[in-house]
């Protein structure tokens, strides 16, 4: 969930960064452009994981490996 309401809670704790996702943007924990800025504004780093589900171990192939690294890509 984008953190642009918690930040001042969050900079009052020990942390130097928040990590967040990139996916596929129907997905609502998607960090958009707006959030990025606040959360770099407020000085903390921003550390970013691309996921678009975890699930099952069956979509891990090889299809959904290039597909993924494809929107990670964008």
Known sequence: ADVTKTL?????????FVARYYTNPANPKL???PEALAISAAG????????NTNNSAAYFTSANGRRDGADAYR
Request: net charge neutral.
């Open 31 to 33: 960090m958009k452009q």
């Open 8 to 16: 001042a809670c969050l900079k009052q704790q020990p942390l130097d």
């Open 44 to 51: 903390l780093d921003v550390v970013v994981v691309h996921q």
